[in-house]
């Protein structure tokens, strides 16, 4: 065989991921995952605090007293509720049916100075 039958290894183009490419992900897919890893505990708190603010307005409770009491006594049964307290709850009435609204913002530090900012809202139905 002469040379020229040979294929030349280094004009064949290479294919992979550099050394480079791949921190450049392992760096994005980590600071996602931990934005996931501390997001994660803010978004179960609201789902609680809907979860209780539901139960409550379906036990159609007469009075705002007893709303706030009801809450303060699902707070202190679960434990992941922190963001709010029963005086941070918005009870109307529509339909002869007592409706509770809530609204609370909840900051989480990312990096040095950087924060994110999480506006949760919710309502009884």
Do not use: H
Not at 54 to 59: F, L, R, T
Not at 69 to 92: G, H, N, P, V, W
Request: a positive charge; glycine letters at 6%.
């Amino acid at each position: 065989m002469n040379r020229t039958q040979i294929p030349s290894l280094s004009r064949r183009r290479q294919r992979g991921v550099s050394l480079f490419g791949l921190m450049f992900w392992a760096i994005v897919i980590g600071f996602f995952g931990y934005v996931a890893v501390v997001v994660f505990p803010t978004v179960n708190e609201y789902l609680t605090i809907k979860r209780t603010v539901d139960k409550i307005a379906a036990e159609s409770p007469g009075t705002v007293a007893e709303v706030r009491a009801a809450f303060e006594r699902q707070k202190q049964i679960e434990y992941s509720i922190s963001s709010i307290t029963a005086k941070d709850l918005e009870i109307t009435k529509e339909n002869d049916r007592v409706v509770i609204a809530f609204a609370y913002d909840k900051e989480i530090p990312l990096v040095g100075p950087v924060y994110l900012l999480l506006k949760y809202q919710g309502r009884s139905p």
